[in-house]
């Protein structure tokens, strides 16, 4: 074995033992986290520090996986997707590392990914083909010589959406003013603006100067063949030797900042009001790598200043109307960790006033204590929150500990010290009776002045100036062009189309490793789901899981008779619950009570559709407590079902800004699933239920809301909520689900059925029959320069769910869709559902087109009649849709699985035939299905979340047009 051991150690927190190893001759470092978790894991990290903002290693971590030496085929990543059991595949870049994870419960598939991306780090064909990086990065795109020139590539499009948001703007911002000289002034990512600047060479250099055996950090997790993963690291490591060059250094004393206070703006829509729509921010350098108990303590310090609308430095600037929504944050930002505070929906003029009420509050902190038990409540609510996800599978674990391990390890300190916590909460705890939280707010905060001002002032019609701007300076580098060279340029980008066109040869597939169909199997986990009385004519549901002494409680009110239009106020009521006064608490109080005893209580809507189409709505109240803190969890549930007061004014305009901040933050994030739903909203009563809960609907009802509450027009809202809320208060409408022990059943329900004995128990009205949206195609403008093109439809009665359709939702994805949205068309990426329900649902992801996409979505029946596949393809994609049918799931999530399999009216002997019918495709299973898709398609709508300029352009295409945000 080429590899010794350095050192080992028990890890109790995350139920492992660690294994600390060298590669001899390269000095390359693996930890193995041994365990008998079976969702094995595998990262490989580099260190990969960004000079400048041209989205180097963000770029590169896309190429290496185009294609490698042994797995020459243009996107093995891709085929890795579509024929792997893998429970996790991807990679990503930080601000000065980037990962390369796999996991999967299956020792044969976690072997074959991890051989692929061994090979794709260090043997990629980049070197050999520049193209790579045009598709990747970037390229002048010149299809035709009369053409306008624009640049194109999948990194170039995908942070022209990521760097549109203010939220990021702003975390870019902060890094870059308080780290200037470090590379953590940089967006690692890659701006739009510098993208372009990259070369083929540069490239190149950075490669080989990074992704060397010597500088790379392996962790290997899970009950895995060590020989063998040993053996493949082995076969890349060995004969590579040391760099020349010395290691990379991250580590740095950061200094005063030169600039203290900073303006600069971002983009809204153009024509929109830019008042009150300015963020501000403080942010301060508190820590490094190095610093792990202060780490800790500043985690739990964001927690009491920030970590609800009560808490203290929070309260006091909601209260001086510094911003609408207050955030503060403890983030690692890589060696350095950054404390910070935003105001959102401020304007400039509040920065003054703003670093008064944080100086002042502060101050007051130190001079009169922080409260004991505001303390003990956030190190119980952050304690809950790591043990807890350390019994988690629904997550792959050995992946987020190899993140983990990565916050200590690459800056040269043990990778150990970040996979331990309990000691040093503990520690907290003990240090928190000496003025150990005081004292930081002094050290860290009130003292330090290696901090910056942030103003990020909006500006309308920002993004539009800007790729106006760009595009004539495209313009006038192509006049400035021979004709000989724009010819040049046109066969460039016809030389690329022609590669993404053109089919990986056979040979080059088939050098992938892949499954077998022996190693394949339609074995099923089933979860248990008993029924019993709970009160007369409903029921509590009990999945028996191992819950580590969890107890987890979700009650569903039944309210299948209320109006499709009550959803609204249905839905906003859930998401105050908790977080307003009741009869004996006030809102501190609640929440302090909350943090302290329970892992916290959260309101929901949610509406299951039976396999008959039958809509199943509920008003949903969630909560979760250690086994000895039940009684109290169970006690302030009925606190807050019973005794909640809508009558505060100022806590209802925080809580209703806050909503609607996060739908805005959720625009930046997830438009394409918010596009696909409204889509399908027209077409589908459940969906449509579904938008007036958390969709576009309930957006612009709680910007309606919040304009009231703002004008002090509370009218009859309080009245209406308390109305509403009264109406769920019916023994006949409540229904439990107890996911927990067996042992535990009895004094659950005794529990709960003695707290909320005193109810009125009456009949429910006659369940309503709901009603689609008005089917038409519509367009949203938000200020940014990338669209998400949006298109539904119902496929019930028309394309029957099954094995075949799941096999060829596999290929759409990971094939069709794949390479002419995102491949060709440049786009970030796309998405497709189709549901046993009938809902059908596509979308693309920070893409530059509109009617292309939407050209490409109608192209799909003629891809499915033209299918020919071999052997060797067809079961890969087999492959691929079984895994997506067997993720692991943590003992939680199976309860919950149960209990809407339960609800929809699926068995787990359906799931298996589902596996069967998957098993047993064929290519004339798959292609008898494109006149079914031809159906559905022809009669779907669309709905496009996106840039104003291109929307305008395509506005024949809509119906209506509106402005998002």
Same mark, same amino acid.
């Given at each position: 074995?080429?590899?010794?051991?350095?050192?080992?150690?028990?890890?109790?927190?995350?139920?492992?033992?660690?294994?600390?190893?060298?590669?001899?001759? /390269?000095?390359?470092?693996?930890?193995?986290?041994?365990?008998?978790?079976?969702?094995?894991?595998?990262?490989?990290?580099?260190?990969?520090?960004?000079?400048?903002?041209?989205?180097?290693?963000?770029?590169?971590?896309?190429?290496?996986?185009?294609?490698?030496?042994?797995?020459?085929?243009?996107?093995? !990543?891709?085929?890795?997707?579509?024929?792997?059991?893998?429970?996790?595949?991807?990679?990503?870049?930080?601000?000065?590392?980037?990962?390369?994870?796999?996991?999967?419960?299956?020792?044969?598939?976690?072997?074959?990914?991890?051989?692929?991306?061994?090979?794709?780090?260090?043997?990629?064909?980049?070197?050999?083909?520049?193209?790579?990086?045009?598709?990747?990065?970037?390229?002048?795109?010149?299809?035709?010589?009369?053409?306008?020139?624009?640049?194109?590539?999948?990194?170039?499009?995908?942070?022209?959406?990521?760097?549109?948001? @203010?939220?990021?703007?702003?975390?870019?911002?902060?890094?870059?003013?308080?780290?200037?000289? /470090?590379?953590?002034?940089?967006?690692?990512?890659?701006?739009?603006?510098?993208? @372009?600047?990259? $070369?083929?060479?540069?490239?190149?250099?950075?490669?080989?100067?990074?992704?060397?055996?010597?500088?790379?950090?392996?962790?290997?997790?899970?009950?895995?063949?060590?020989?063998?993963?040993?053996?493949?690291?082995?076969?890349?490591?060995?004969?590579?030797?040391?760099?020349?060059?010395?290691?990379?250094?991250?580590?740095?004393? #950061?200094?005063?900042?030169?600039?203290?206070?900073?303006?600069?703006?971002?983009?809204?829509?153009?024509?929109?009001?830019?008042?009150?729509?300015?963020?501000?921010?403080?942010?301060?350098?508190?820590?490094?790598?190095?610093?792990?108990?202060?780490?800790?303590?500043?985690?739990?310090?964001?927690?009491?200043?920030?970590?609800?609308?009560?808490?203290?430095?929070?309260?006091?600037?909601?209260?001086?109307?510094?911003?609408?929504?207050?955030?503060?944050?403890?983030?690692?930002?890589?060696?350095?960790?950054?404390?910070s505070i935003d105001a959102k929906y401020s304007d400039k003029g509040n920065m003054d006033r703003f670093k008064e009420v944080v100086e002042s509050t502060l101050t007051d902190l130190v001079k009169e204590g922080i409260s004991k038990e505001l303390i003990q409540a956030a190190l119980n609510k952050i304690t809950f929150r790591l043990k807890e996800s350390a019994i988690s599978e629904s997550n792959p674990r050995g992946v987020l500990y190899a993140i983990?391990?990565?916050?200590?390890?690459?800056?040269?300190?043990?990778?150990?010290?970040?996979?331990?916590?309990?000691?040093?909460?503990?520690?907290?705890?003990?240090?928190?009776?000496?003025?150990?939280?005081?004292?930081?707010?002094?050290?860290?905060?009130?003292?330090?002045?290696?901090?910056?001002?942030?103003?990020?002032?909006?500006?309308?019609?920002?993004?539009? *100036?800007?790729?106006?701007?760009?595009?004539?300076?495209?313009?006038?580098?192509? *006049?400035?062009?021979?004709?000989?060279?724009?010819?040049?340029?046109? +066969?460039?980008?016809?030389?690329?189309?022609?590669?993404?066109?053109?089919?990986?040869?056979?040979?080059?597939?088939?050098?992938?490793?892949?499954?077998?169909?022996?190693?394949?199997?339609?074995?099923?986990?089933?979860?248990?789901?008993?029924?019993?009385?709970?009160?007369?004519?409903?029921?509590?549901?009990?999945?028996?899981?191992?819950?580590?002494?969890?107890?987890?409680?979700?009650?569903?009110?039944?309210?299948?008779? !209320?109006? *499709?239009?009550?959803?609204?106020?249905?839905?906003?009521?859930?998401?105050?619950?908790?977080?307003?006064? /009741? +009869?004996?608490?006030?809102?501190?109080?609640?929440?302090?009570?909350?943090?302290?005893?329970?892992?916290?209580?959260?309101?929901?809507?949610?509406?299951?559709?039976?396999?008959?189409?039958?809509?199943?709505?509920? !008003?949903?109240?969630?909560?979760?407590?250690?086994?000895?803190?039940? $009684?109290?969890?169970?006690?302030? &549930?009925?606190?807050?079902?019973?005794?909640?007061?809508?009558? %505060?004014?100022?806590?209802?305009?925080?809580?209703?800004?806050?909503?609607?901040?996060?739908?805005?933050?959720?625009?930046?994030?997830?438009?394409?699933?918010? #596009?696909?739903?409204?889509?399908?909203?027209?077409?589908?009563?459940?969906?449509?239920?579904?938008?007036?809960?958390?969709?576009? %609907?309930?957006?612009?009802?709680?910007?309606?809301?919040?304009?009231?509450?703002?004008?002090?027009?509370?009218?009859?809202?309080?009245?209406?909520?308390?109305?509403?809320?009264?109406?769920?208060?019916?023994?006949?409408?409540?229904?439990?689900?107890?996911?927990?022990?067996?042992?535990?059943?009895?004094?659950?329900?005794?529990?709960?059925?003695?707290?909320?004995?005193?109810?009125?128990?009456?009949?429910?009205?006659?369940?309503?029959?709901?009603?689609?949206?008005?089917?038409?195609?519509?367009?949203?403008?938000?200020?940014?320069?990338?669209?998400?093109?949006?298109?539904?439809?119902?496929?019930?009665?028309?394309?029957?769910?099954?094995?075949?359709?799941?096999? =060829?939702? $596999?290929?759409?994805?990971?094939?069709?869709?794949?390479?002419? &949205?995102?491949?060709?068309?440049? *786009?970030?990426?796309?998405?497709?559902?189709?549901?046993?329900?009938?809902?059908?649902?596509?979308?693309?992801?920070?893409?530059?087109?509109?009617?292309?996409?939407?050209? $490409?979505?109608?192209?799909?029946?003629?891809? &499915?009649?033209?299918?020919?596949? %071999?052997?060797?393809?067809? =079961?890969?994609?087999?492959?691929?849709?079984?895994?997506?049918?067997?993720?692991?799931?943590?003992?939680?999530?199976?309860?919950?699985?149960?209990?809407?399999r339960h609800q929809v009216g699926r068995t787990t002997a359906d799931v298996i035939q589902l596996k069967e019918e998957v098993l047993a495709t064929t290519e004339a299973s798959l292609t008898v299905l494109s006149e079914g898709f031809r159906s559905v398609i022809d009669k779907g709508t669309v709905a496009v979340i996106g840039n104003k300029a291109q929307i305008e352009q395509e506005r024949e295409n809509f119906d209506d047009i509106h402005e998002l945000y």
């Amino acid at each position: 074995m080429t590899f010794k051991l350095i050192e080992t150690k028990e890890l109790n927190d995350i139920h492992s033992i660690g294994k600390l190893y060298e590669h001899e001759e /390269t000095g390359a470092q693996v930890l193995h986290l041994d365990n008998d978790d079976t969702n094995k894991a595998f990262t490989i990290a580099f260190k990969t520090p960004p000079y400048d903002d041209n989205g180097i290693a963000h770029i590169l971590e896309h190429s290496v996986l185009n294609g490698s030496k042994k797995f020459p085929s243009k996107e093995p !990543f891709v085929e890795l997707i579509k024929g792997s059991l893998n429970t996790f595949v991807n990679a990503m870049t930080f601000s000065d590392k980037t990962i390369y994870p796999v996991a999967s419960t299956n020792q044969k598939d976690f072997s074959n990914l991890m051989s692929v991306y061994l090979d794709a780090v260090f043997q990629p064909l980049i070197y050999s083909n520049p193209q790579i990086l045009e598709q990747e990065g970037w390229h002048y795109h010149l299809e035709n010589a009369e053409d306008d020139l624009i640049y194109k590539g999948v990194v170039y499009n995908e942070m022209k959406g990521a760097t549109a948001s @203010p939220d990021s703007q702003l975390y870019t911002a902060i890094q870059k003013y308080l780290y200037k000289g /470090t590379p953590y002034e940089f967006e690692s990512g890659g701006l739009p603006s510098t993208i @372009p600047s990259l $070369t083929q060479e540069a490239f190149l250099d950075f490669h080989e100067k990074h992704y060397h055996p010597s500088s790379s950090l392996t962790i290997l997790y899970g009950d895995l063949d060590t020989d063998h993963a040993f053996d493949l690291l082995a076969s890349y490591f060995d004969g590579k030797g040391q760099l020349d060059e010395p290691a990379v250094d991250l580590t740095f004393e #950061a200094t005063q900042p030169k600039e203290e206070d900073v303006e600069l703006t971002y983009s809204i829509t153009d024509g929109d009001d830019p008042d009150q729509k300015d963020y501000l921010a403080i942010a301060w350098h508190t820590a490094t790598a190095s610093d792990s108990l202060e780490q800790h303590g500043l985690r739990v310090l964001a927690e009491i200043l920030f970590g609800n609308n009560q808490a203290p430095l929070k309260k006091a600037l909601l209260e001086a109307e510094i911003g609408g929504d207050i955030n503060g944050d403890f983030f690692q930002a890589g060696y350095p960790a950054v404390f910070s505070i935003d105001a959102k929906y401020s304007d400039k003029g509040n920065m003054d006033r703003f670093k008064e009420v944080v100086e002042s509050t502060l101050t007051d902190l130190v001079k009169e204590g922080i409260s004991k038990e505001l303390i003990q409540a956030a190190l119980n609510k952050i304690t809950f929150r790591l043990k807890e996800s350390a019994i988690s599978e629904s997550n792959p674990r050995g992946v987020l500990y190899a993140i983990s391990s990565l916050n200590t390890w690459l800056y040269d300190l043990s990778p150990f010290e970040s996979l331990e916590f309990s000691d040093k909460l503990d520690l907290l705890a003990k240090l928190s009776e000496e003025g150990y939280f005081e004292q930081l707010i002094q050290d860290k905060l009130l003292n330090n002045t290696k901090r910056v001002n942030i103003v990020l002032k909006a500006e309308p019609g920002k993004n539009d *100036a800007i790729e106006k701007e760009t595009l004539k300076t495209l313009q006038e580098y192509k *006049a400035s062009l021979s004709d000989q060279e724009i010819d040049t340029l046109v +066969e460039q980008t016809q030389a690329l189309i022609a590669r993404q066109e053109a089919p990986d040869k056979a040979e080059d597939l088939a050098a992938i490793p892949t499954l077998d169909k022996e190693d394949l199997s339609t074995e099923t986990e089933d979860y248990p789901l008993t029924e019993s009385t709970l009160f007369e004519g409903t029921t509590l549901y009990h999945a028996n899981q191992f819950t580590s002494g969890i107890d987890y409680l979700d009650l569903y009110f039944d309210v299948s008779d !209320f109006e *499709a239009e009550d959803y609204l106020l249905l839905s906003y009521l859930s998401q105050l619950l908790g977080d307003l006064p /009741t +009869e004996n608490y006030s809102v501190a109080e609640l929440q302090t009570q909350i943090d302290l005893h329970t892992g916290g209580i959260h309101g929901g809507v949610v509406v299951y559709e039976t396999v008959t189409g039958e809509a199943k709505p509920y !008003f949903t109240l969630r909560g979760k407590s250690l086994e000895a803190s039940f $009684t109290k969890l169970v006690e302030l &549930i009925h606190e807050i079902m019973t005794g909640t007061q809508f009558t %505060d004014r100022t806590e209802l305009l925080n809580i209703t800004q806050r909503h609607v901040s996060d739908f805005e933050d959720d625009i930046n994030s997830a438009a394409h699933v918010i #596009a696909a739903s409204r889509a399908l909203s027209q077409v589908k009563p459940v969906s449509k239920l579904g938008e007036l809960i958390n969709g576009i %609907d309930q957006f612009n009802f709680t910007k309606k809301l919040l304009k009231q509450i703002k004008a002090n027009d509370m009218s009859d809202l309080s009245e209406k909520l308390q109305n509403m809320l009264e109406r769920l208060l019916n023994k006949q409408r409540i229904h439990a689900l107890y996911i927990g022990e067996e042992n535990r059943l009895e004094d659950v329900k005794t529990t709960f059925t003695e707290a909320f004995a005193s109810l009125r128990s009456e009949s429910l009205g006659d369940a309503v029959t709901y009603e689609a949206g008005e089917k038409k195609n519509e367009a949203f403008i938000t200020a940014q320069d990338v669209n998400y093109v949006g298109f539904a439809s119902d496929a019930t009665n028309e394309l029957t769910y099954s094995g075949s359709s799941l096999v =060829l939702s $596999t290929f759409l994805r990971y094939d069709y869709l794949w390479n002419n &949205i995102r491949v060709k068309g440049g *786009a970030y990426g796309s998405m497709f559902r189709h549901n046993l329900n009938g809902d059908f649902q596509l979308s693309s992801y920070r893409d530059p087109n509109i009617k292309k996409t939407i050209q $490409t979505y109608q192209g799909i029946p003629e891809f &499915i009649e033209a299918l020919q596949l %071999d052997d060797a393809s067809l =079961l890969k994609a087999i492959i691929g849709t079984l895994s997506n049918l067997d993720q692991p799931l943590s003992a939680y999530h199976k309860g919950k699985r149960a209990f809407s399999r339960h609800q929809v009216g699926r068995t787990t002997a359906d799931v298996i035939q589902l596996k069967e019918e998957v098993l047993a495709t064929t290519e004339a299973s798959l292609t008898v299905l494109s006149e079914g898709f031809r159906s559905v398609i022809d009669k779907g709508t669309v709905a496009v979340i996106g840039n104003k300029a291109q929307i305008e352009q395509e506005r024949e295409n809509f119906d209506d047009i509106h402005e998002l945000y």
